[in-house]
């Protein structure tokens, strides 16, 4: 079988709880010696259910876009994604959302989903440094962080707080 593992910052302990909650698993969460706490899920169809969702060994490696993903989740799980491997600044005026994880095309396919939801500003696409084989996507600017907090719902109660929650987006 395939494992599905996820950890999180003990100070998201309360999302992943949920998550356990939600799909009624029955398990304890586990805690690493490092604090972080989460999951492994081994199930022996992951294999062949994960890949549809872009979910696939070394991802941050090999990227394959999401193939079952309908249009009216994609705000859904863009948000999922920079909660997961990204980061919300907002101070003032200044404003950035950053995604530091994947490779170009990843973040190229990121760029594209979020201009499929209506998102008119510029997008920054770069290696993150010379040891890396690792991508990054910026976006800089209030309008343009509270246009794409909108886009994505991020005044739902399913997003992490930490991340959204850093000023008035709206």
């Known amino acids: 079988g395939v494992s599905l593992i996820c950890y999180v910052d003990p100070k998201d302990s309360w999302h992943m709880q949920r998550f356990y909650d939600d799909i009624e698993y029955g398990e ?3 805690y690493r010696k490092d604090g972080y706490v989460g999951f492994e899920l081994h199930y ?3 294999g062949q259910q994960l890949p549809k969702w872009g979910i696939v060994p070394n991802k941050t490696k090999m990227f394959i876009p999401p193939t079952c ?3 009216s989740l994609l705000p859904h799980f863009l948000r999922g994604w ?3 491997d990204g980061n919300v600044y907002v101070a003032g005026t200044g404003a950035r959302i950053v995604v530091a994880s994947g490779n170009r095309p990843s973040m190229e ?3 594209e989903s979020l201009r499929s939801l209506g998102y008119t500003g510029n997008v920054g696409v770069r290696g ?3 040891y890396s084989d690792n991508w990054v996507l910026y976006i800089g600017g209030a309008r343009q962080v509270s246009q794409i907090a909108s886009l994505l719902m991020a005044d739902s109660e ?3 707080p930490r991340k959204w929650k850093t000023s008035s987006l709206y």
């Open 158 to 160: 399913f997003c992490m």
């Open 128 to 130: 993150a440094n010379s």
């Open 109 to 111: 396919w990121f760029a």
């Open 28 to 30: 304890e969460l586990k």
């Open 44 to 46: 022996a169809k992951f």
């Open 69 to 71: 993903l309908d249009h």
């Open 82 to 84: 920079i909660d997961g």
